[in-house]
């Protein structure tokens, strides 16, 4: 499958002798987009090979994972089952973009307490759900796991090894992990984490089987979902002059980061840049709903 390599016409990146491409993974399936996609390919087959009779994974309310699971269950028609972080969306489900729309495709939800969430990778937990969801194929949050690295281990192809540097988001680490292991010896690998916390190296080396990379933390402008005013002006500049919509939570994090960069002489000049647009489009119908609430400029959808 054939993935375009948009080149990014911006004049930070003319002055400083920067070739910079977007991966447009974002545009491989109208709801199962960018790394989604890949992750879910794998244990999709997986689960149809165990004639499992659901697949159950883990999600908040604006995951991206959630939604395209849903869509994707209903492609393939197997059951799909949502463990849902924080019990007081069980009324109010309803309002929200995405979980109306794993609803709508077929979803049945598990609302859980986040003290409860966090136990998403207990093996007591998991038991506890496989009894109650008898004959259940259970995914891990984000999709993150053996088979789904495997997947984005395709996201590079022989056309890509004309690049220097490749930089993917990153959120449970699975995607980047799948990324390193497809380089070739003379590529660099950058990660930009979504959220804070050090404990993303650890999660990437348990898949990863190279150390030609590294993450770059100081661009995930507050945490996970967190965003400012200059991150989501900086979104609505970067669809005006390129026409590449970018979502707020992962890709325009990544992409903020990698302009910075170019301006700040982090790369040398003549390098080549390829960055993963890991899709998550359909968030920002939620998150504009809350920056409404906050009364701060809304994400513009064309």
Known sequence: MKVLNQQVQLPILTEKNISLYIK???????????????????????????????????????????????????????KT??????????????????????????MEFKFVSRETYRK??????????????????????????????KGC??????????????CSAVGTGGTIAGVINSTN???????????????LKEDICKFAHKTNWELLKDYHFGGYAKVTQELIEFINYFRTET????????TA???????????????APGTKIVAIHTGGLQGIEGMNSLLKKKKLPLINEY
């Open 24 to 78: 447009r993974e974002d545009m491989l399936h109208p709801f199962i987009s960018g790394n989604k996609f890949r992750k879910l390919k794998y244990n999709l087959l997986q689960a149809q090979q165990l004639n499992a009779k659901s697949i159950l994974t883990f999600g908040g309310a604006f995951s991206n994972h959630i939604a395209a699971t849903a869509y994707a269950g209903k492609e393939n028609g197997i």
């Open 81 to 106: 089952i949502g463990v849902i972080r924080g019990e007081e969306l069980a009324g109010k489900w309803q309002q929200n973009p995405t979980l109306s729309f794993a609803k709508k495709n077929g």
């Open 120 to 149: 998403k990778n207990n093996p007591d937990f998991l038991t506890e759900l496989k009894h109650q969801y008898k004959d259940s194929f259970i995914l891990p949050e984000g999709g993150a796991n053996d088979l789904a690295v």
């Open 153 to 166: 281990e395709e996201i590079l192809t022989a056309e890509d090894s004309m690049f220097n540097i490749v």
């Open 185 to 199: 010896k003379n590529q660099r690998v950058l990660g930009f984490p979504a959220l804070k916390g050090d404990f």
């Open 243 to 250: 026409n590449i919509p970018l979502d707020p939570i992962y």
């Open 253 to 267: 994090k990544m992409l903020f980061g990698i302009l910075d960069l170019v301006r700040k002489d982090y790369f």
